[in-house]
């Protein structure tokens, strides 16, 4: 899912930040560099965020971790505080995870974005043999949006049949049109292409090489208490991301690929550092992941390879957001100041009282500032 709203959000004078540590010597001190909180990071948010959120916020500069802290709870019932550490669905951002792997494989020669899906999918209908991988990293395939529910089970091969028979919104190539199926395609095609399970392929390649011990589908073991828990907009629990229907590797297809993936605000730091040098993705390879490929002029700026590109005061800044009808992600790089905004919530919106996607933009800014001003 990829937001369009972009508007105010609430103000509060109430936080909670979770696992900045306390009292003096050593451990305190370990502790407080482990999970740093900037003052005035705080203070913003005091203002912005309602009340009683459940929200983790991270906030870098270059390779440093300015800000990695939790507010709200993670889990009400059990009284579980948000941390740096807590495990969040991150929903569409899986996107730029899946757009590396293709990059990672186009470096290693097994294949070119260039490519028709043909060539590793076999035999395609007549009316999407010119679509190529590019179109499905930049959304101009005129795949589908998707072929059902997150939750409905579907295989591979499933995902593949149907997105082969359903109808093209557009011609490939023609225009944007957001595609959560061409993004399993593309993780179907690492699959092909590899050899490897998806999230293994993933794991192996990205993952472990940046660092990122707590980002995957299953791989990583969570522990149950580790996870938060979603809240519908009347505030009623909807379980974890694993209490719904998955299949015993992760969810179903409907969702793999482009959505679903499980991460902490301290692995998406990770995942910025890694991104800024050159051991897991070449220069090359990143300039195609944060090019503007296509043009949106919903969002005022282009689509790149799993990230909107927007060229702003700020520079240029590559963001994406994922949301569904509970919680909401949104990452961002400022790419001149090196700066990355990270924050995931577990309620995106209170009936009648408040709704975080209609500022998201302007919070992810507001953070953003606050670092690069205190730098």
């Keep these: 899912m ?14 909670t930040v979770a696992g900045t540590g306390s009292g003096g010597g050593k451990a305190g001190e370990a502790t407080a560099s482990r999970n740093p909180a900037d003052p005035d990071v705080d203070r913003y948010l005091d203002r912005v965020l309602p009340p009683g959120l459940g929200i983790t916020v991270a906030a870098a500069r270059g390779g440093e971790l300015k800000h990695c ?6 889990d009400h019932a059990a009284k579980t505080p948000a941390t740096c550490d807590t495990v969040y669905d991150v929903m569409s951002i899986t996107k730029q995870f899946t757009a590396a792997a293709i990059l990672k494989l186009e470096m290693s020669g097994k294949l070119r974005v260039s490519d028709r899906i043909g060539a590793h999918l ?4 007549e009316d999407k043999r010119a679509i190529t991988l590019h179109q499905l990293l930049a959304h101009t395939a005129g795949l589908p949006e998707s072929l059902g529910d997150d ?5 591979r091969r499933e995902l593949l049949a149907g997105v082969m028979k359903a109808p ?5 190539g023609k225009e944007f049109r957001y595609s959560n199926a061409g993004y399993s395609v593309l993780a179907a095609i690492v699959e092909k292409v590899s050899g490897q399970s998806y999230e293994r392929f993933l794991a192996e390649k990205l993952f472990r090489p940046a660092g990122m011990t707590r980002t995957g589908y299953v791989l990583p073991a969570w522990k149950r208490e580790q996870v938060a828990v979603e809240y519908d907009r009347h505030g009623r629990p909807q379980g974890r991301p694993m209490d719904h229907p998955w299949a015993s590797d992760g969810p179903s297809w409907n969702l793999r690929g482009n959505g679903g ?7 998406m730091f990770r ?3 890694a991104l800024a040098g050159d051991g897991i993705l070449s220069a090359a390879a990143k300039q195609k992941l944060f090019a503007p490929q296509v043009r949106v002029p919903e969002l005022d700026g282009a689509y790149g390879y799993g990230w909107v590109v927007v060229d702003s005061d700020d520079g240029r800044v590559a963001w994406h957001d994922g949301g569904n009808d509970w919680s909401l992600a949104t990452v ?19 009936k009648g009282k408040w709704n975080l996607e209609d500022d998201q933009m302007k919070l992810t800014h507001g953070i953003a500032e606050r670092i690069r001003r205190g730098a």
């Design 122 to 125: 076999g035999s395609v209908p």
């Design 271 to 273: 995942w910025h550092r």
């Design 332 to 350: 961002a790089e400022f790419r001149r100041d090196r700066i990355m905004v990270f924050w995931v919530s577990n309620q995106a919106y209170q």
């Design 168 to 172: 093209l919104r557009s011609a490939p």
């Design 69 to 74: 802290a939790g507010r709200g709870l993670a």
């Design 261 to 267: 993936m499980l991460s902490t605000a301290r692995d």
């Design 151 to 155: 939750y409905d089970p579907l295989s």
């Design 2 to 15: 990829l937001l369009l709203v972009l508007a105010l959000v609430g103000c509060s004078d109430v936080h």
